[in-house]
């Protein structure tokens, strides 16, 4: 398909080039509710492909799954595109450090307002890191899905960490259009 739709691109073919862009837009969705746990294939074709004119914007979905480990065919890629993500990779690893704050409640080391027990809302999230080193995305889901008041946590603290995660998630999407120089 990759072949196709350069050759359509180069040759101004619009039906085949429509038809390989829609094809391309519905894996490599830009939404980071829809990114699946495993990394798409051909993210370094899409990156490539995604750069031609009138592409849909798949480029940052494209990047993010590289970064996070789809990277068969890395050593054909253009320096320019490893060099972006490299940039990525690593301020993927920034946000993470930032989650690991952002899921205790309260962030400084007082007590919580509404129960007093500031020093039992803590989230263990030692294996969603093992698990998602440079994901912070899905991390972020893992970790809203955590059985929260199993955990200790009370309402007031749940909620306010749930939307501070929520925000940074979003933020994340947000900045790595930024990040990939979109
Ligand atoms: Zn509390």
């Keep these: 398909m990759a072949l196709i739709y350069k050759a359509a691109n180069f040759w101004r073919m619009d039906r085949y080039e429509t038809f390989c862009a829609s094809i391309l837009s519905r894996l490599y969705v830009d939404d980071y509710t829809q990114i699946t746990e495993q990394p798409l294939d051909h993210?370094?074709?899409?990156?490539?492909?995604?750069?031609?004119?009138?592409?849909?914007?798949?480029?940052?979905?494209?990047?993010y799954d590289l970064a996070r480990g789809a990277g068969d065919l890395l050593g054909t890629m253009a320096s320019g595109d490893l060099i972006i993500l490299l940039k990525l990779q690593k301020k993927l690893i920034y946000a993470w450090n930032n989650l690991s704050t952002s899921s205790s409640y309260p962030r400084s080391s007082g007590k919580c307002n509404d129960c007093g027990h500031g020093g039992r809302h803590r989230l263990n999230i030692t294996n969603i890191r093992k698990k998602y080193p440079f994901d912070p995305l899905l991390a972020i889901q893992a970790i809203l899905n955590k059985d929260w008041p199993e955990a200790g946590f009370?309402?007031?603290?749940?909620?306010?960490?749930?939307?501070?995660?929520?925000?940074?998630?979003?933020?994340?999407?947000?900045?790595?259009?930024?990040?990939?120089?979109?």
């Design 43 to 63: 993210a370094r074709i899409a990156v490539e492909l995604g750069k031609l004119p009138k592409s849909t914007p798949i480029l940052r979905r494209a990047f």
């Design 154 to 182: 009370c309402q007031t603290a749940e909620t306010e960490v749930k939307e501070k995660l929520n925000s940074q998630r979003s933020e994340i999407w947000n900045s790595i259009n930024v990040w990939i120089g979109l």
